[in-house]
């Protein structure tokens, strides 16, 4: 990524989420995203444009970083189950909102207070390891 087209001021940092395809325009203003890299929770962040821009043929939408530990070697992250509360499996590329996620992968979250519990207990795994919120 292109660190001049990164915006980090004030504690607020945005930048441009690169996607292969058009998957990038699933994803709707305000949508918020956990991201998953090699297994670990890296950011939780909200998407800010209403459509995708097209550039050196990734298809990219700024996001807001709501959630991180930016300072943090990622292999030592827990891992996407222990912050989840089930077993993430999706490698497809594609984006899946948090509302989506716990919808179609989070079914331990549909009989046990749906989408709000899920938001609770992600919010206090976050918090219980020190993620920047």
């Known amino acids: 990524m292109n660190q001049t087209q990164v915006i980090d001021y004030n504690k607020v940092t945005i930048f441009p989420l690169g996607f292969r395809g058009e998957n990038a325009n699933l994803l ?3 949508d918020a995203l956990i991201l998953v890299q090699k297994g670990k929770v890296t950011h939780l962040v909200e998407v800010l444009d209403k459509s995708s821009y097209q550039e050196w043929g990734w298809y ?10 930016p300072h943090e070697d990622w292999w030592s992250l ?13 490698y497809s590329g594609r984006p899946y909102p948090l ?4 919808a179609t992968y989070g079914e331990k979250w549909e009989s046990n207070g749906g989408l709000q519990a899920f938001k609770t207990h992600l919010s206090e795994k976050l918090r219980q390891h ?3 919120i």
Request: net charge negative; charged share 35%; with cysteine.
């Open 28 to 30: 709707h203003e305000r």
């Open 60 to 69: 990219h939408r700024l996001v807001k970083v709501l959630c991180w530990k």
């Open 78 to 90: 827990p891992s996407a189950e222990e912050l989840l509360g089930f077993e993430y499996k999706i």
């Open 99 to 102: 509302e989506n996620l716990q």
């Open 130 to 132: 020190d993620y920047i």
